[in-house]
């Protein structure tokens, strides 16, 4: 009984230690090239999120990105893919309109090219609609992860009532998009609502986090 519940432990301990391995490897040697720096920091940020919380990162490929399960599960697991670049192949596919598959094979042709180098001859360049689509995609993105997340100059000017302070840490997923004064699925100056119903506020009515309805 006693040796049963030290393999147990053991077995436990190096999960727990191979887990924040994995974390770390994808952020040590994480280096997507997209061409814009706040994208790669952001990237990394989402590599630790998609680490610690893989169902809600897989919900959001699926559900946001159309995504199959399948390929995201695949991808994050047996193909051994950071949860940033799985992020940019479903984000980039949704853009143009082809499945995340043809563009998981596009990379995985030359890993080393790099994102900007892929967006680019998909038809994503630099200051282009399509790149701010991109790039003000991972906003929405990070308000249904209730996760925090810091703007640079060009997101504040698309986002200009969004706070950057910290959220609740529920990590739900659900539809909410901009709310007023906290109430999801509305158009407002308050800030965004989250699926959940907690709103980043920092709009015309205040500063700070407005629950709504969710």
């Not at 790669?40 to 946001?64: A, W």
Request: charged share 20%.
């Amino acid at each position: 009984m006693h040796r049963t519940f030290k393999i147990v432990a053991l077995t436990a301990a190096l999960a727990a230690i191979g887990g924040t391995a994995s974390a770390q490897d994808f952020t040590v040697g994480f280096h997507p090239r997209t061409g814009d720096v706040w994208i790669d920091t952001t990237l990394g940020d989402m590599n630790r999120y998609g680490t610690r919380y893989r169902d809600p990162f897989v919900d959001e490929m699926v559900r946001y990105h159309g995504a199959p399960r399948d390929l995201v599960s695949d991808l994050l697991g047996n193909r051994r893919w950071a949860p940033g670049d799985v992020y940019m192949a479903c984000s980039i596919a949704s853009i143009i309109g082809r499945p995340c598959r043809y563009v998981v094979d596009e990379y995985e042709r030359d890993p080393g090219q790099g994102w900007g180098n892929i967006a680019k001859r998909m038809g994503i360049k630099p200051g282009s609609p399509e790149f701010h689509r991109l790039k003000n995609g991972f906003v929405p993105t990070y308000d249904r992860w209730s996760r925090p997340i810091v703007l640079d100059s060009d997101l504040q000017r698309a986002y200009p009532n969004h706070g950057n302070g910290k959220g609740k840490s529920d990590h739900g997923n659900g539809n909410g998009n901009h709310g007023n004064s906290g109430k999801s699925g509305e158009h407002g100056n308050s800030g965004h609502g989250n699926g959940n119903g907690n709103g980043h506020g920092n709009g015309n009515k205040g500063g700070g986090h407005g629950k709504g309805k969710g």
